[in-house]
């Protein structure tokens, strides 16, 4: 599979190069040379292969075939990684899709009965399902990690210990109140990474919630559709909320990473005590 160049264009050159039919033609002209004792078939196809490789990758249907190729391999890849979350999820979870997924079903089985002038309300509706269904897992995916995290995490015990911290620091050493005040400023990221993290569990819930109510409506509506545009409007506006709730959701995975932070803050050090209990 050729790999991408900048801005996503597929290599052209590489993929013409790496072409099975090219690689018979060399293998045939290597075989020719063998066989007869003669230089003369790898010059020839040397020759051949430049001109190939100046011309072939610059031709429209060949390129049109690389970006299937590639297009089919980002879908693969895509399907590995949704295969990969969904088998994360817990029972209940992989049931919630499921009746969305039927859910959708329906919605597509209502509208292969419109008119062939609204088919093309069909085309786009059957895009913007799977998009949305690919969506609900990954949400469905980070509310489970968000409440493994949660479970695990006792933000009381991180605030006493952090109180503790602070009111032993005027009888320390300078040196070990330099260490527990970077400690404790660690202490209170977890805080606030536990805060929003909770926070974020809540967005992410009700988000998965509408995208099930919306869906369930579309579905109601579809049965006795009038207006396809309508419903193709209502799946837009969904689409957008759930692009800005992911983007949230990654947002707040990224800003929390405090390993760096400790590495920098223990460098000339270890802290008082290794473990930092939960």
């Known amino acids: 599979m050729p790999d991408d160049k900048e801005g996503g264009e597929p290599n052209y050159v590489k993929a013409a190069f790496h072409w099975q039919y090219n690689w018979i033609a060399m293998a045939g002209a290597a075989g020719f040379a063998l066989v007869s004792g003669s230089a003369l078939p790898l010059l020839l196809g040397a020759g051949l292969e430049m001109i190939y490789l100046s011309t072939v990758p610059q031709n429209s249907r060949f390129r049109r075939l690389v970006r299937s190729w590639s297009w089919a391999e980002q879908k693969k890849q895509r399907q590995a990684s949704f295969d990969s979350l969904f088998q994360e999820l817990p029972p209940e979870m992989r049931l919630r899709y499921a009746n969305l997924a039927k859910a959708c079903d329906a919605i597509r089985d209502n509208y292969k009965h419109l008119s062939?002038?609204?088919?093309?309300?069909?085309?786009?509706?059957?895009?913007?399902?799977?998009?949305?269904?690919?969506?609900?897992?990954?949400?469905?995916?980070?509310?489970?990690?968000?409440?493994?995290y949660l479970n695990v995490t006792n933000p009381n015990t991180i605030r006493a210990e952090c109180e503790q911290l602070q009111n032993d620091l005027s009888r320390q050493a300078a040196k070990v109140q330099d260490i527990n005040r970077k400690r404790i400023e660690i202490l209170q990221k977890r805080i606030e990474k536990y805060d929003k993290i909770r926070e974020n569990c809540q967005v992410i819930d009700a988000q998965c919630a509408a995208i099930e109510d919306v869906l369930q409506l579309i579905r109601d509506q579809s049965v006795t559709m009038h207006d396809p545009q309508q419903l193709s409007d209502h799946l837009d506006s969904l689409v957008k909320d759930v692009e800005q709730t992911e983007e949230t959701v990654r947002e707040v995975e990224n800003i929390f990473t405090i390993a760096p932070l400790a590495e920098a803050d223990f460098e000339n050090g270890p802290p008082a005590r290794s473990r930092i209990s939960n």
């Open 116 to 148: 062939s002038t609204s088919q093309m309300f069909a085309e786009q509706m059957e895009s913007k399902l799977d998009g949305l269904l690919q969506s609900y897992v990954r949400l469905l995916n980070s509310a489970f990690q968000h409440r493994k």
